[in-house]
């Protein structure tokens, strides 16, 4: 496995409370799919794991070198969860074009999250930008 890229991000949980508050389910829907939704919702701690998504969909389209630029949208950028509780990554539209364009193959994602704060860390193998 070759690293070609490598992205990290932390959230405020307390400011995604906020924004969540704010703006409700249109900011929901923007931003989240409707199996990561459910996934969140599901939880005790939803926010938490609301902002671990939030963190590994930044650090991804660090990962791609493109932030919400080059038509790369949160929806995109998917968090699942095998069975065993691992997140992984599924790349949709331009965020899945545009790892293509740039042979990766994989990304591997890490999240953890406590009360005040969530990140996330991607690391994508292939050949690279």
């Known amino acids: 496995m070759t690293i070609a890229a490598h992205g990290i991000d ?3 949980c307390k400011r995604l409370g906020e924004m969540i508050d704010r703006y409700g389910e249109r900011f ?8 990561e939704l459910e996934y969140c919702r599901g939880r005790k701690r939803r926010t938490e794991h609301l902002a671990g998504r939030f963190a590994a ?4 389209m660090k990962v791609l070198g ?13 968090v699942v969860n095998e ?17 293509d364009e740039q042979e990766l193959t994989e990304i ?15 690391v994508a193998s292939g050949k690279g930008p």
């Open 108 to 122: 591997i994602i890490s999240i953890s999250h406590i009360t005040t704060h969530a990140i996330a860390s991607a």
């Open 66 to 78: 493109t932030g919400l630029r080059k038509g790369v949208n949160w929806l995109d950028i998917e």
């Open 10 to 12: 932390m959230v405020d």
């Open 83 to 99: 069975p065993s509780g691992r997140p992984r990554i599924n790349l949709t539209g331009k965020g899945r074009e545009i790892a």
């Open 28 to 35: 929901l829907n923007r931003v989240f799919t409707p199996v």
């Open 57 to 60: 969909k930044e650090a991804v």
